[in-house]
């Protein structure tokens, strides 16, 4: 078990994009956010990964690798439409940020997580930082399957 | 993944209780049958499996080992009361049947499981097998876990 402490932020501009992107395809066998239960798959990896609820920016990981044929099957048992993004990782002042592009009914969403040793951990902030929204349930990726950012009041505006 | 192919019985008399019985603790991460997530802790030995739902006595299995101690965490995250068991495995006519004897609300429930090759495979049946329950939900572990046997009126009229 690990715990994962991170912050979550939208990303303006696009300096970012010059980091080469990876596709991840993402299902949920539970959406529940007592007990998350998530189905992920990255080129040729795969893995399945249990969440438990969020305490602020705070919560309990368990994550396991998994033969990437049986995740295959396991996103097709999946409960809703699969979240699909291109992940890049951006350093900035030695601080790794992960850039997540989301595809297909979440296109036009981006956002930047960076993990953090404690909840109040300081960090600097890049120059293409938006807003923050780690406590926006919205922006969780297990919402985003059933709830897609194209159906936001804010997609609608940029449109 | 597998195949899992099992088919399930009432147990009556008493003469299986000479096999050594195990205990089982198990919780579920998702009880919904279209994707059943399930924890398991046995002895010194845990998993984290998935089931997808069943066609007849027929159901997809992703089986994956974990450690005992992210499973008692897990098992805090799970959805509604453990369902705790005693097994123990019968051969009889050179099969070996899973004898669960359930514990707590569940108690006075006694099932035997037999895996098959196919629906349709030809065993003996041994002389404490009861009635066929495969295709009745309430006997699902995952059903056990939120509507126990001492719920039921079968339970109320064995009382």
């Given at each position: 078990m690990g715990i994962e402490i991170e912050r979550k932020f939208l990303v303006v501009g696009d300096?970012?994009?010059a980091a080469p992107a990876v596709p991840y395809a993402q299902g949920y066998l539970n959406r529940d956010k007592q007990r998350t239960v998530r189905v992920r798959v990255v080129q040729q990896q795969a893995w399945l990964t249990v969440k438990g609820a969020n305490a602020g920016a705070t919560r309990a990981e368990f994550e396991y690798p998994i033969p990437v044929a049986d995740a295959e099957q396991l996103l097709a048992l999946c409960d809703g439409p699969l979240v699909r993004k291109l992940r890049r990782v951006v350093v900035h002042a030695g601080a790794a940020w992960e850039i997540d592009e989301f595809q297909?009914?979440?296109?036009?969403l981006v956002v930047a997580e960076i993990e953090l040793p404690s909840e109040d951990a300081p960090f600097e902030p890049p120059p293409w930082l938006g807003v923050?929204?780690?406590?926006?349930?919205?922006?969780f990726n297990s919402s985003l399957a059933t709830a897609?950012?194209?159906?936001w009041p804010e997609a609608r505006g940029r449109a």
């Open positions: 300096a970012w994009r297909g009914d979440n296109a036009g923050e929204v780690t406590h926006d349930p919205r922006y897609p950012f194209s159906t």
